[in-house]
């Protein structure tokens, strides 16, 4: 699987391993109203923190499309929820229209080792069978259930997630959008088989 990285966080990413949008905020010491408007509200602009980090944009979730699919929390929680975690995309395509997204910066994809990522991590990986970060377009029903634990995704599949949305439960073959994993991954250099730099409007080819 895959994790599109900005290139200049790349260098902080070998050295202290690789941190949700939560951490980074707390790595950079911002709390109270600040750290608010970073955690729990759109971030319309792709920024860098006080401490250098870089962190993206959420253009694709604006407030008022999220209110219409949520079930169960708030855009706010919603926000909370997409910033304590990890995100690897299993289909190359998907992280090509990511990159599209963010063309004009050069990007550094990790190439990792999903089942020894999963078996390390396991009481912190949650699967998605939706891009939870796109709110656009006919966007599909969505809560904390989305983010379906990894021991229950093999036992049950997408069971507990329609059971809990109250949509209607996806087959056993439909696959894994996004696999994520709670909080930070300070050894993510263990699980990485490659990396591939991107410069300026280059998309990734596996």
Not at 28 to 37: D, F, N, S, T, V
Not at 151 to 160: E, I, R, Y
Request: proline share 8%; hydrophobic share 40%.
């Amino acid at each position: 699987m895959y994790h599109l990285a900005e290139a200049s966080n790349w260098p902080a990413i070998q050295r202290e391993g690789l941190h949700c949008a939560s951490a980074l905020l707390d790595r950079a010491g911002l709390a109270g109203q600040e750290r608010r408007r970073w955690e729990q509200e759109q971030r319309p602009e792709h920024a860098a923190l006080p401490n250098g980090a870089w962190i993206r944009d959420q253009r694709p979730m604006p407030p008022d499309a999220l209110a219409r699919c949520l079930v169960g929390m708030t855009p706010a929680q919603w926000y909370a929820l997409i910033n304590g975690r990890v995100f690897f995309w299993v289909d190359p395509e998907r992280l090509n229209r990511q990159r599209a997204a963010c063309s004009s910066r050069p990007q550094v994809v990790l190439i990792v080792d999903a089942p020894r990522l999963a078996q390390a991590y396991a009481d912190r990986v949650a699967l998605t069978p939706i891009n939870t970060g796109n709110a656009r377009r006919r966007a599909a029903t969505r809560g904390a259930a989305t983010f379906v634990p990894y021991g229950t995704w093999l036992d049950s599949g997408w069971a507990s997630e329609a059971a809990h949305l109250g949509t209607r439960e996806r087959s056993r073959s439909h696959a894994p959008v996004e696999f994520t994993v709670g909080g930070s991954i300070p050894d993510i250099r263990e699980f990485v088989i490659g990396t591939r730099a991107l410069p300026p409007a280059k998309a990734f080819v596996p």
